[in-house]
């Protein structure tokens, strides 16, 4: 069964308030590097094709934050990016949406608990969302715990 054809709902989550610790591809590959950190915090390492070029993008992990950083490759504003699992070689884009302000691909990195972030592949557009699914059970314990950081 598709993740898709699951009851989602959209999560506002108050940006920089949680950041993403477990992020995966679709093969199932951890994509959170701890070697890397962006403030503080471990980053989402992928690989990032443009024009021919390859290189290494790393996302920064906090919600609502942008100050990813590139690796062997150098990225024009405006650019719109393909990202890989490093591991695998998988695409992310999500292939299914677009984005809501500028109608670039999406990528798409799964969380545990088949929750998913969203984000716009074009350099410089700060589009994104997070969807869970299960949703009920989560918010539970949303509540529960006041925070999301145990289950990101
Ligand atoms: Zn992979
Ligand atoms: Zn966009």
């Known amino acids: 069964m598709s993740e898709k054809e699951k009851i989602q709902i959209e999560v506002e989550v108050p940006v920089k308030k949680l950041h993403v610790e477990h992020a995966f591809c679709p093969n199932g590959h951890q994509l959170v590097d701890d070697s890397v950190k962006i403030h503080g915090k471990s980053a989402i390492k992928v690989k990032v ?6 290189g290494f993008f790393y996302i920064d992990p906090t919600y609502g934050s942008y100050d990813n950083i590139e690796e062997g490759i150098s990225l024009p504003k405006g650019a719109v990016l393909e990202f890989f699992c490093p591991e695998c070689g998988v695409s992310l884009t999500d292939k299914d949406e677009t984005c809501q302000i500028c109608s670039a ?26 969807k869970l699914v299960d949703a009920e059970q989560q918010i539970a314990r949303l509540f529960e715990n006041d925070t999301m950081e145990s289950y990101l």
């Open 105 to 130: 691909p999406l990528f798409v990195l799964e969380l545990p608990k088949n929750g998913i972030v969203e984000g716009c592949l074009r350099k410089g557009c700060v589009f994104h969302k997070m």
């Open 49 to 54: 094709k443009y024009q021919g070029q390859e």
